[in-house]
């Protein structure tokens, strides 16, 4: 745990760097494009079939029913729209991770790198398409997940649990290879993996308690619905940022584990971390 707590400090560090800072604002400008177009093109007609879809099969009244159970019966004229967003919030995220990780994260591995650990040989054992797949493979086992547990987010309580466990998961398959991928082979990468999965995992689930905090703009009822471009945006913002942080604790972690494990196997000597994130 002091591994992961020294992570975190020199992650928080990097992250007021003006590079790290200015790096979220590419993927937020690209993602805000996409989702500004498809919303504009899209959310109405999804809405609209939504609500044919309800009204034919009875679901008004279902939802009405269910949600008087938890004391939220005064939502349910805005069932339509809430349910719109929270489907496309998964496909948000997908596109905000997909961004940071392919434009983003070769960016933080040059720059943890190079600053701190410029003498760690990179064997370039990760590539994009890794990359890609891992994460494209790892969301639509998280997006399930989402869906599945979705009546439980209605709970706010319930949302401090499921969304930082599902968060910590998806944040832990995909920014550990990310990180490893410039300096570690594939057998070093498959072994630091293994050997640090607990220590990782708990950066995850800490990381998926911050990147649950946007779905707090969600839980506004009517007003979500009304402010849902604004919120939208700011979402996205929250995402990328989150995204950039986890991805520099996870390589400030697993380049110190990398550096770690040469020097114990002989590889190469332990490298000396090298503070100069502080203008």
């Not at 990147?211 to 703009?217: I, K, N």
């Amino acid at each position: 745990m002091q591994k992961v707590l020294a992570a975190f400090g020199k992650a928080l560090l990097s992250q007021l760097h003006f590079r790290m800072l200015m790096l979220t604002v590419i993927p937020f400008v690209l993602s805000v494009t996409i989702w500004g177009v498809l919303l504009w093109l899209g959310l109405q007609p999804m809405i609209d079939w939504l609500h044919a879809y309800f009204a034919d099969n009875n679901g008004f009244k279902m939802a009405g029913d269910v949600l008087g159970w938890f004391g939220l019966g005064a939502i349910k004229t805005v069932i339509v729209p809430l349910i719109a967003m929270w489907v496309l919030l998964p496909l948000m995220i997908l596109t905000a991770l997909l961004f940071v990780g392919t434009l983003a994260m070769p960016i933080i591995a040059r720059h943890v790198g190079s600053r701190h650990y410029p003498q760690l040989e990179q064997r370039k054992g990760g590539t994009v398409i890794g990359s890609l797949w891992l994460a494209t493979y790892s969301f639509f086992i998280f997006a399930t997940l989402w869906i599945v547990t979705l009546p439980l987010s209605m709970l706010p309580p319930l949302t401090f649990v499921v969304q930082p466990l599902l968060w910590g998961w998806l944040t832990y398959r995909v920014m550990a290879y990310d990180a490893l991928a410039d300096h570690a082979d594939a057998a070093e990468s498959k072994s630091i993996l293994k050997q640090h999965r607990w220590p990782l995992l708990a950066i995850g689930a800490i990381t998926g308690a911050m990147g649950a905090a946007p779905t707090l703009l969600w839980l506004g009822g009517a007003l979500s619905v009304i402010f849902f471009p604004v919120l939208a945006a700011g979402a996205i913002w929250l995402y990328v940022l989150v995204f950039v942080f986890t991805g520099l604790w996870f390589e400030h972690y697993c380049l110190d584990a990398l550096a770690q494990y040469r020097g114990k196997g002989g590889n190469s000597a332990p490298m000396v971390p090298v503070m100069k994130d502080i203008n």
